[in-house]
């Protein structure tokens, strides 16, 4: 008798176990699917802030502007800020183009991390290449 109460006791400590584990299993399983979404598209941002500089320093800025909204590789950015090349550049003159995109979470880690109330970040980035001259 004394083993089959012994049974009983163990399995309701299972499930209090499971019960105090699970959360922050699912903080874990959660965070890993939204942060990885956040790097692509922060390396997606980063590469088209790239191509945009690229084309701002070989062609001008609405050819930048362009091929960076091209290479987004359809995320929504916003539009891209381009700084041109002079007409005479200097050695030290440098065509750059940031992007901006709103991230949407789509898990509820946003509300754990302060991602504001509607559940997004504005990740951006900058891309730099050196005007011809």
């Known amino acids: 008798m004394k083993a089959a109460t012994s049974r009983a006791d163990d399995r309701g400590a299972a499930a209090v176990e499971f019960a105090l584990v699970l959360p922050l299993l ?3 399983i959660f965070g890993i ?6 790097l692509n598209t922060k390396i997606t941002l980063t590469e088209a802030a790239r191509e945009g500089a690229r084309a701002t320093a070989l062609l001008g800025g609405d050819a ?4 960076a909204r091209l290479a987004a590789d359809g995320y929504a ?28 979470f789509i898990t509820p880690i946003s ?8 559940g997004t970040v504005e990740l951006s980035a900058k891309g730099v290449m050196p005007c011809l001259g």
């Open 33 to 38: 699917i939204d942060f990885g979404r956040m």
């Open 77 to 104: 950015i916003s539009d891209p800020e381009v700084v041109q090349c002079p007409s005479s550049p200097d050695p030290d003159d440098d065509a750059t183009v940031t992007v901006r995109y709103e991230f949407q």
């Open 26 to 28: 699912l903080i874990l």
């Open 64 to 67: 930048g502007s362009a091929r």
């Open 111 to 118: 509300f754990l991390l302060g991602a504001g109330g509607d």
